[in-house]
């Protein structure tokens, strides 16, 4: 089983940055693959970076060249820094976690895409992110 506690949250301006983390409590071996995911009320939720445990990362297009994912093994956190922040960055944003990706989820993410939202076994309870202009 794993525990996801998203942090990070709040309310900046466009052009602002903002950095999120996730702490993660693993009693059963270590993440394989982890990501964030974002929400916004009437829309699915949208992979926007993931990471795999040999540090190989991939990002939506819309964020490319502003966010970066990273994670550190020894404090157990996945970060999300996120900079040039925009209003349609605005939404919940989710950690999440699989402990044993699949072919397809290290495919995706060899090839610079998110692994969809199946591909995910554990997540965060989110933490809104708010951008005004």
């Known amino acids: 089983q794993v525990h996801l506690v998203e942090s990070g949250g709040g309310s900046v301006q466009a052009g602002g940055s903002l950095t999120l983390s996730c702490a993660v409590s693993?009693?059963?071996?270590?993440?394989?693959?982890m990501g964030w995911f974002r929400q916004t009320p009437g829309k699915e939720r949208e992979g926007v970076a993931a990471?795999?445990?040999?540090?190989?990362?991939s990002y939506a297009d819309s964020v490319k060249g502003r966010f970066t994912i990273s994670q550190d093994n020894d404090k157990k956190t996945l970060y999300l820094q996120m900079n040039s922040l925009k209003p349609d960055d605005t939404a919940i944003y989710y950690c999440?976690?699989?402990?044993?990706?699949?072919?397809?989820?290290?495919?995706?993410?060899?090839?610079?895409?998110?692994?969809?939202?199946?591909?995910?076994?554990?997540w965060g309870q989110g933490t809104q992110v708010t951008v005004s202009s």
């Open positions: 999440t976690a699989t402990q044993r990706s699949s072919l397809s989820s290290r495919l995706h993410v060899a090839m610079g895409r998110v692994p969809s939202v199946r591909e995910f076994d554990y």
């Open positions: 990471i795999r445990s040999d540090d190989t990362t």
């Open positions: 693993d009693y059963t071996g270590s993440t394989d693959l």
